[in-house]
């Protein structure tokens, strides 16, 4: 499935952005859908997901209570809406997809086939 991740830019700390991943010509329904980022100079790491049946959610620690992970199975995509953001949150945001990620590799990036192109969120101090 072809990923297009959406919705990042340049804000001020404290302020919010909203991202979002869309897959091209089908819906992410039957997907576990992730976020990733990674900072300049930094691994890959994850932030959040959001798994199928039940839409169990699952956060970084370092996001937890500023991120929110979604679903929004009309327009079939999944969004992140990011508040109260900080500098360190600066990096580039990967949206992450896969039909057979178990929970326990729902946060490594070896368990998602899928990957969309990134979308840089800086924010500035």
């Known amino acids: 499935v072809q990923l297009q991740a959406s919705g990042g830019g340049l804000v001020q700390a404290g302020d919010s952005l909203r991202l979002s991943c869309a897959a091209s010509?089908?819906?992410?329904?039957?997907?576990?859908v992730s976020w990733f980022r990674q900072a300049p100079g930094k691994e890959r790491e994850f932030v959040a997901a959001?798994?199928?049946?039940?839409?169990?959610?699952y956060y970084a620690d370092s996001v937890k209570g500023r991120f929110s992970i979604s679903r929004d199975n009309a327009k079939a995509t999944v969004s992140l809406q990011m508040n109260n953001l900080k500098p360190e949150d600066t990096a580039v945001y990967y949206c992450a997809a896969d039909m057979g990620t178990i929970p326990s590799s729902i946060r490594d990036i070896r368990g998602y086939d899928n990957w969309g192109q990134g979308t840089l969120v800086t924010v500035s101090s």
């Open positions: 010509g089908r819906s992410l329904s039957n997907y576990v």
């Open positions: 959001i798994r199928r049946s039940q839409g169990s959610t």
